[in-house]
């Protein structure tokens, strides 16, 4: 299932064309916008050596 939100009215829904709401644009609401790099993950962990 894949849901997308609407760009105007910002409602989620399962249509892909058009919002049912507003017939606004739709987008995806969790754009893969970047990737964590190794170093970072491991920074995440907050692992401290001495
Ligand atoms: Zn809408």
């Known amino acids: 299932m894949r ?3 609407c760009a105007v009215c910002w409602r989620y829904t ?3 064309d ?3 709401v507003c017939g606004g644009d ?3 609401p969790h754009p893969p916008s970047r990737m964590l790099s190794e170093s970072e993950l491991r920074a995440s962990e907050g692992v401290e050596r001495g």
């Open 3 to 5: 849901l997308r939100r």
């Open 26 to 28: 739709l987008v995806n």
């Open 18 to 20: 058009k919002c049912p």
């Open 14 to 16: 399962l249509r892909t």
